[in-house]
C-alpha cells in the first residue's frame, strides 16, 4: 500500500468522523432550541420583565450623567488608555517577529553560502 492511499484512507476516515460530528451539533442544537422554548413558561416572562423594568429604572441616573458629558469624558479617557497599552503590545510583537526574520535571514544566507561553496567544490 502507497503512502498516497494511506493519506487518503486517513482523509475519509476524518471526513466520516467530521460528519458523524456534524450531526451530533445538529441534534445538539435541536434539543437546545426545544428546551429552551420550553423553560419560557408565562411566569418566567413576567419574572424577566420585572427585572429588566427594574434595571431600566436603576439606568435613568446613568443616562443623566451621560447627557452631562462626564461620564463620556471618562469613558473616552478609559478607551484611549487601553488602545494605548495594546498599540504598545502589538508593536512589541512587530519588534520580536522582525528579529525573527533578520535571524531567518541570515540562516537563509548561510545555506546559500554554503551550497555554492559545496557546488563549487564539487566541479572543482
Known amino acids: 500500500m502507497s503512502r498516497f492511499d494511506r493519506l487518503q484512507r486517513r482523509v475519509d476516515k476524518r471526513e466520516r468522523l467530521l460528519e458523524g460530528r456534524y450531526e451530533q451539533?445538529?441534534?445538539?442544537?435541536?434539543?437546545l432550541q426545544r428546551s429552551w422554548r420550553e423553560a419560557w413558561t408565562p411566569g418566567r416572562i413576567v419574572i424577566a420583565g420585572l427585572v429588566s423594568g427594574f434595571f431600566m429604572g436603576r439606568a435613568e441616573p446613568v443616562k443623566i450623567a451621560v447627557k452631562s458629558g462626564n461620564l463620556m469624558q471618562i469613558v473616552s479617557l478609559l478607551s484611549?488608555?487601553?488602545a494605548g497599552a495594546?498599540?504598545?503590545?502589538?508593536?512589541?510583537q512587530a519588534g520580536q517577529a522582525a528579529g525573527q526574520a533578520g535571524r531567518a535571514a541570515r540562516a537563509a544566507d548561510q545555506a546559500a553560502d554554503g551550497a555554492q561553496a559545496a557546488a563549487e567544490r564539487s566541479a572543482a
Open 25 to 31: 451539533v445538529q441534534e445538539r442544537k435541536q434539543v
Open 80 to 82: 484611549g488608555l487601553f
Open 86 to 92: 495594546g498599540a504598545q503590545e502589538a508593536a512589541d
